[in-house]
């Protein structure tokens, strides 16, 4: 995914912190899909040019997501709406999306210039099956 914002004009730096454990696949796919919508509305407001650094940090219990733009150097404000999105797009989609798992979801711009997205995950440590 970074390499196609890259592609399409972006500079992305891809932080990873911790060791990635074994996450489930709806926690994948809403890591997944937060870090799209981010590149994406970078892509749509702050436009090609723009710095943009995503962390992905593996904690035992959590993973974090952030997404940080500089704004393409422009001043920072409120999204427009369609950046806020409704019916499960935008920011509003990745909200719900984190909340559903139990997480946490912040965004907002970034003092200065830019934006930032913020998401915290539980990881479920897998159950223990013994036999016998």
């Known amino acids: ?19 990635r454990g074994r996450l489930s696949t709806a926690d994948e796919l ?13 892509l749509r407001h702050a436009g ?8 992905l ?3 035992k219990d959590a993973v974090r997501v952030r997404v940080v733009d ?5 001043p920072a404000g409120p999204r427009p709406a369609s950046a806020r999105g409704s019916g499960g797009n935008g920011l509003v989609g990745m909200r719900e999306r984190v909340e559903v798992s139990g997480g946490s979801f912040t965004a907002g711009p970034r003092l200065g210039a830019g934006w930032q997205v913020d998401a915290e995950l539980p990881v479920q440590e897998p159950s223990v099956r013994t036999t016998g």
Do not use: C, K, Y
């Open 30 to 42: 809403t890591v997944l899909r937060i870090v799209q919508e981010s590149l994406t509305n970078v």
């Open 70 to 74: 500089d704004g393409g150097g422009r």
């Open 1 to 19: 995914m970074a390499e196609r914002a890259r592609d399409a004009g972006l500079t992305v730096a891809l932080e990873t912190e911790g060791v």
């Open 48 to 55: 090609p040019g723009a710095e943009v650094t995503i962390t």
């Open 57 to 59: 940090r593996f904690d």
